[in-house]
Structures are given as C-alpha cells and as structure tokens.
C-alpha cells in the first residue's frame, strides 16, 4: 500500500506559478511512474502529467505543454508539479497518483493508476 499526500496549492493569479508536491515514502516513490490529474468543477478527471520511475522521461497534457514540469527526487520521496503562467482553466483539484509500473501509459486513464492522494485545490483566478 502507497500513501500519496499532495500539497502546494492555494489561489494564485493568471501568469502566476505554483508548485506542487506529492510526498511519499522514500525508499518505495522509486518503484513507480507517478501522474498529476486535475478535476475542474463539472468536468471529468484529466491526466496533467506523467513521469517513469527515475524522472527521465514524462508526457504532458498538451495544453499545459512549456508550461509545467514535472520532476521528481525519489531519495527524499518527491515528486513535483511546476506550474507556471497559470490560466483561468487550469483551476482544479490536483492530485498526484502511482501506477504499478517504471513506466507511465500511453493514455492517463484513471484506472491505469493504483494509488491517489487527497489532492490539493488550485485556484487560478484575478
């Protein structure tokens, strides 16, 4: 069992940045590849991100391509979701979530991935 607890988000302006966290324990977070998906009000749960197991590859939601990196530091059971020139749409509940495998999928179906935090509310909004 893989608990997954996410944090960083809170209400920022468009063009602004935030970074978000998703923290788990050390000496596992190596085993698995580990999406960002968001959820908008009235909208279904989309994938934002992936990256493999040793952070060197990922795929992004093509909209938010140039905008986010995602990065991850397994020694101290990280990983991140850099966020910057926010925009009205991107405004979501984010949560991170690990899937059994080194690799991320072609597709970022929620049931390709096993374990979910609680996400983090990210508010973009002037």
């Known amino acids: 069992q893989l608990q997954l607890v996410e944090s960083g988000g809170g209400l920022v302006q468009p063009g602004g940045s935030l970074r978000l966290s998703c923290e788990a324990p050390?000496?596992?977070?190596?085993?698995?590849?580990i999406g960002w998906f968001r959820q908008a009000p009235g909208k279904e749960r989309e994938g934002v991100s992936c990256?493999?197991?040793?952070?060197?590859?990922?795929n992004y939601l093509g909209s938010v391509k140039g905008r986010f990196t995602i990065s991850r530091d397994n020694a101290k059971g990280t990983v991140y979701l850099q966020m910057d020139n926010l925009k009205p749409e991107d405004t979501g509940i984010y949560y991170c979530?690990?899937?059994?495998?080194?690799?991320?999928?072609?597709?970022?179906?929620?049931?390709?991935?096993?374990?979910w935090g609680q996400g983090t509310q990210v508010n973009v909004s002037s």
């Open positions: 979530a690990a899937r059994s495998s080194y690799f991320c999928a072609t597709t970022m179906s929620l049931d390709r991935y096993d374990y």
């Open positions: 050390a000496f596992t977070l190596g085993l698995y590849a």
């Open positions: 990256i493999n197991n040793n952070g060197r590859s990922a």
